[in-house]
């Protein structure tokens, strides 16, 4: 008997709901990576051509939010999927549950080869669920932070720019 492993059955689990949650989540993911790889380049671009403020600006409380909305966009994605997709692969962990008991109920036996296909899907979509979860938790934490920072340097030289005059 060899070993029948398989990540498309894993997280697919041979169950539409299964998938439709597995893909879901794998969908999260990669936008998930595409803002973070985005924020990356956009941090990596003010670090070479900081962003600054002249001194004959008339607003310039205008020019800071328009110099920070690039770096807090999309950042609601991160916090939604870091707080969504650990209760998405939740849902998949009990389908898959769910799954394997009806596969008890259906064949009246509860072995190992009965409930292990539900299960092992079970724990996929829990492993998806945080696959998605960890990153975006991080990602956002960083780049809001880094953002928060960011609008503080800019209104702190504003401030500085009309003391002086």
């Known amino acids: ?25 794998v969908v999260g993911s990669v936008i998930s990576w595409v803002i973070i790889v985005e924020k990356l380049r956009l941090w990596n671009a003010e670090k070479h051509r900081p962003t600054k403020l002249k001194a004959d600006d008339k607003n310039m409380m205008l020019t800071i939010d328009r110099a920070v909305v690039s770096f807090d966009k999309n950042l609601w994605f991160l916090s939604m999927s870091s707080v969504v997709a650990p209760f998405i692969g939740l849902f998949g962990t009990v389908w898959g549950v769910m799954d394997s008991f009806s596969a008890i109920g259906v064949t009246q036996s509860a072995a190992l080869g009965v409930i292990a ?10 492993a998806l669920g945080l696959i998605v979860a960890i ?14 920072d960011f609008y503080n340097k800019l209104d702190d030289a504003r401030r500085e720019f009309e003391s002086r005059k």
């Open 135 to 148: 990153p975006a938790t991080i990602a956002y934490q960083y780049f809001a932070k880094r953002s928060d």
């Open 117 to 126: 296909p539900g299960l092992a899907a079970a724990l996929g979509t829990t």
């Open 1 to 25: 008997m060899g070993n029948q492993f398989s990540l498309i059955k894993l997280f697919t689990g041979g169950d539409l709901m299964i998938t439709a949650i597995s893909v879901l989540l």
